[in-house]
């Protein structure tokens, strides 16, 4: 077994515990102090492997890892007749830093192998410090910071620095925003002196624990080594990603709300002109000018066309044109539909992020 080492001593803290001897860091050991200078620097800066939402898409050397559209309804609530078209509002695109990040590191970690001690190259460093440090992070590690999350207010356990807001609008007014997160500070803070990796003095070949600023220095390929091995990559879709690895979403789900639709039965007196044609039974008196074709049962009179006024009474079949005044009940359906008050989900979208 070989890997990244440390001085072995007594207790937590080297300033006042026995040194015993050289010992290989345990990857539960580089996910503390380790990981807590490395995440750190990481969410300082905004670069390689940092998360961003724009409304203006993806901006340079950042690629678009998804998109969520806030869409609304053409019309406002209670207009009818609407064919319920919508449009898009805003398209908010998440993207991931996807250039190069320059290797920074002003000191080489040292290693055990299995015959002496010995700088370790730049793969052992990816694979023996760095990946344990990218396992702790989107593990949620309480040592570690840099991870993102959705959600409407702030997660609890360390800081967390608002990266902007996604905004979900209605037609009425409505509105919902949630917001893109980044832990910036870790929820325990380890001891200064717990668990640092070890360096050779170009001096005088001595060896000596790196300091916070040497550790800090491997940001660089730490951002790198998020790129080229893919845990730690973000990813914006309905459900978690199948092309590989596992996924876990991040925060609460982005959901676009749309007014409803809806087609409503119409009962109540009518009271009005009435233009049109009418074909039944008519019973009742009617008092004014007719002028067409009559045709039906009449005491006294056979014939098959009259053309003048008529008042009185008439009982029969009436077929032909009308046009008069109607006041009375009516059953039926609007023609169209009505957009209406209350919501449902158009599409969703979640954050997730690649953990293996």
């Given at each position: 077994?070989?890997?990244?080492?440390?001085?072995?001593?007594?207790?937590?803290?080297?300033?006042?515990?026995?040194?015993?001897?050289?010992?290989?860091?345990?990857?539960?050991?580089?996910?503390?102090?380790?990981?807590?200078?490395?995440?750190?620097?990481?969410?300082?800066?905004?670069?390689?492997?940092?998360?961003?939402?724009?409304?203006?898409?993806?901006?340079?050397?950042?690629?678009?890892?998804?998109?969520?559209?806030?869409?609304?309804?053409?019309?406002?609530?209670?207009?009818?007749?609407?064919?319920?078209?919508?449009?898009?509002?805003?398209?908010?695109?998440?993207?991931?830093?996807?250039?190069?990040?320059?290797?920074?590191?002003?000191?080489?970690?040292?290693?055990?192998?299995?015959?002496?001690?010995?700088?370790?190259?730049?793969?052992?460093?990816?694979?023996?410090?760095?990946?344990?440090?990218?396992?702790?992070?989107?593990?949620?590690?309480?040592?570690?910071?840099?991870?993102?999350?959705?959600?409407?207010?702030?997660?609890?356990?360390?800081?967390?620095?608002?990266?902007?807001?996604?905004?979900?609008?209605?037609?009425?007014?409505?509105?919902?925003?949630?917001?893109?997160?980044?832990?910036?500070?870790?929820?325990?803070?380890?001891?200064?002196?717990?668990?640092?990796?070890?360096?050779?003095?170009?001096?005088?070949?001595?060896?000596?624990?790196?300091?916070?600023?040497?550790?800090?220095?491997?940001?660089?390929?730490?951002?790198?080594?998020?790129?080229?091995?893919?845990?730690?990559?973000?990813?914006?879709?309905?459900?978690?990603?199948?092309?590989?690895?596992?996924?876990?979403?991040?925060?609460?789900?982005?959901?676009?709300?749309?007014?409803?639709t809806a087609t409503y039965a119409y009962a109540g007196t009518y009271t009005g002109s009435y233009t049109g044609y009418y074909d039944g039974s008519y019973s009742g008196t009617f008092d004014g000018t007719y002028n067409g074709t009559y045709a039906a049962n009449y005491s006294g009179f056979a014939g098959t066309s009259y053309t003048g006024s008529y008042t009185g009474s008439y009982t029969g079949s009436y077929t032909g044109s009308y046009a008069g005044s109607f006041s009375g009940d009516f059953t039926g359906y609007y023609d169209g539909v009505t957009i209406i008050s209350t919501s449902?989900?158009?599409?969703?979208?979640?954050?997730?992020?690649?953990?293996?």
């Open positions: 077994m070989a890997g990244a080492v440390r001085i072995k001593h007594s207790g937590t803290d080297i300033t006042s515990d026995v040194i015993q001897g050289l010992q290989e860091l345990t990857a539960a050991e580089l996910k503390v102090r380790t990981a807590e200078i490395i995440t750190t620097e990481f969410a300082g800066t905004t670069g390689v492997a940092s998360l961003r939402v724009d409304t203006t898409g993806a901006p340079t050397n950042f690629t678009s890892v998804g998109t969520f559209v806030d869409t609304d309804r053409d019309d406002s609530v209670g207009t009818h007749p609407t064919d319920g078209a919508t449009t898009a509002v805003n398209t908010y695109t998440f993207s991931q830093g996807s250039s190069t990040a320059s290797d920074g590191k002003t000191a080489i970690p040292l290693r055990f192998t299995s015959e002496e001690l010995e700088q370790a190259s730049d793969a052992e460093i990816d694979s023996d410090i760095l990946d344990h440090v990218i396992a702790g992070m989107v593990a949620q590690g309480a040592n570690t910071c840099g991870q993102y999350y959705i959600a409407a207010s702030a997660p609890s356990g360390g800081t967390w620095t608002d990266r902007g807001s996604i905004v979900d609008t209605q037609v009425d007014g409505t509105s919902a925003t949630k917001k893109l997160w980044q832990k910036t500070a870790v929820t325990t803070v380890p001891n200064d002196n717990q668990f640092r990796t070890l360096t050779k003095m170009a001096d005088d070949n001595s060896v000596q624990e790196m300091t916070e600023a040497e550790v800090a220095s491997l940001e660089g390929r730490f951002r790198n080594r998020i790129m080229s091995n893919n845990i730690g990559k973000y990813e914006v879709s309905t459900a978690a990603p199948t092309s590989g690895g596992t996924w876990q979403q991040q925060g609460e789900t982005l959901t676009d709300q749309v007014k409803d449902s989900t158009a599409t969703s979208k979640k954050l997730f992020l690649r953990i293996a």
